[in-house]
C-alpha cells in the first residue's frame, strides 16, 4: 500500500488514458507511482482480484495482485524512492501487518483503524480473504478487535 498525499492509504493507480486498456494503464501507474520494474513485475488479466463500482463517481475499480518473494518486495521498497511521483503524489511504500498481536488488538486491527481513500479498505480485505493470506475468522476477529482499557 501507499501513503497517498492527502494523508490517507491506498493501492497505486489511477485512471485510463486514452488508448490504454486497464491493465496497460495500471502498469503505467505502478512504474509512475513505484518506480516498478515492469520488465519483471507485470500486472496481466491472470493478476486479477476484484472490481468495484462506484455510482457516484462513475468508475469502475479494477483491483489486481501481484505475488513477489520477500528478496523482491525489498527491491520494490528501494525502486519507490526513486519512483517519478515520489514525494508529490505518493509519500511512502505501507506495509500491512498481516499479524496481532497478544493483546488482540495492535497489528492487523490497529492497522484497519487509519484511514483509507475509497474503497481501499475493502479492496485489501477482499484481496487478503481470496489469496487465502488471512482467513474469513482471522479478517472477522480483526473486524471485531477494540483495545484493551489503559492501566492506571
Known amino acids: 500500500m501507499q501513503m497517498r498525499f492527502d494523508g490517507n492509504l491506498g493501492f497505486p493507480g489511477g485512471l485510463v488514458d486514452a488508448g490504454e486498456d486497464s491493465i496497460k494503464a495500471l502498469n503505467r501507474e505502478l512504474t ?21 463500482w462506484s455510482i457516484s463517481k462513475r468508475l ?9 518473494s520477500l528478496a523482491e518486495l525489498y527491491e ?9 511521483d515520489y514525494g508529490s503524489e505518493v509519500l511512502g511504500t505501507i506495509r500491512v501487518p498481516l499479524y496481532t498481536m497478544g493483546d488482540g488488538y495492535r497489528g492487523f486491527p490497529t492497522f484497519l ?22 482467513t474469513p475468522e482471522e479478517i472477522q476477529l480483526a473486524l471485531q478487535a477494540v483495545p484493551l482499557p489503559l492501566k492506571s
Not at 40 to 50: F, G, L, M
Not at 113 to 134: D, P, V, Y
Open 60 to 68: 469502475c475499480l479494477h483491483f489486481y495482485a501481484l505475488e513477489v
Open 76 to 84: 520494490i521498497e528501494k525502486r519507490a524512492l526513486l519512483a517519478k
Open 113 to 134: 483503524t487509519n484511514a483509507f481513500i475509497g474503497n481501499s479498505r475493502l479492496q485489501l480485505l477482499h484481496c487478503l480473504r481470496q489469496l487465502e493470506i488471512l
Open 32 to 52: 509512475e507511482e513505484m518506480n516498478l520494474d515492469t520488465s519483471k513485475h507485470s500486472v496481466s488479466e491472470s493478476s486479477y482480484v476484484v472490481t468495484h
